[in-house]
């Protein structure tokens, strides 16, 4: 039985408290919001706090994300409307990465066969091409491969083959896609 009596998270510090509630008042400032801020300030303001990011990103209003210095956003990903970016420990996004409206990413869980619902944290990483449909939900310490698709109101609760379309809840392999020339670097030698 779960004694949250007995909970204690002190372990966890994701950084100064001045900087999270910085943070927050910025993020309900120019990101939680529908107002449509520019993208270049929205990169900016991602930047300044300390994710690391490339060129290109587009990112739609009404975006959450926890923790910006918990961020790696590849070049030319975008992020649509209504997503949550959960990150209590490292998201990591590769180039071309695609999270349409409402996609949710979760690091964090809690130990259920513990009485004190201890903490858990784990990395989700999204590897480049890949496309999170909308209202679909990555689950902590999942990698989704490279090129693959995670159909919407999809839960990939495991890591997603890359080249690979994964529905349902749990997510399950449906089927494969083939590779593009442009992804294949022998054919780029050609």
Not at 33 to 51: E, N, V
Not at 52 to 61: A, N, Q
Not at 147 to 164: E, I
Not at 169 to 181: D, E, G, Q, R, V
Request: glycine letters at 8%.
């Amino acid at each position: 039985m779960i004694d949250l009596s007995t909970y204690d998270n002190q372990h966890y510090r994701p950084g100064p408290l001045s900087r999270r509630v910085f943070w927050y008042g910025v993020s309900r400032l120019f990101f939680e919001t529908r107002l449509p801020w520019p993208y270049a300030i929205k990169r900016s303001l991602l930047s300044l706090f300390g994710c690391r990011l490339r060129d290109g990103l587009i990112i739609k209003p009404d975006v959450k994300i926890k923790y910006p210095w918990f961020l790696d956003i590849g070049a030319h990903c975008w992020i649509g409307e209504g997503v949550w970016i959960d990150n209590l420990c490292q998201v990591t996004l590769g180039d071309h990465v695609v999270l349409s409206q409402g996609a949710y990413l979760v690091t964090g869980s809690h130990d259920y066969k513990k009485s004190t619902f201890n903490l858990i944290l784990d990395p989700i990483e999204i590897k480049s091409g890949a496309w999170i449909a909308a209202k679909s939900i990555v689950c902590p310490g999942v990698t989704i491969g490279a090129c693959s698709v995670l159909t919407a109101g999809s839960v990939a609760t495991k890591n997603l083959k890359s080249h690979s379309i994964h529905s349902g809840n749990p997510a399950i392999l449906k089927s494969t896609t083939k590779k593009s020339s442009h992804e294949d670097p022998k054919a780029l030698k050609k």
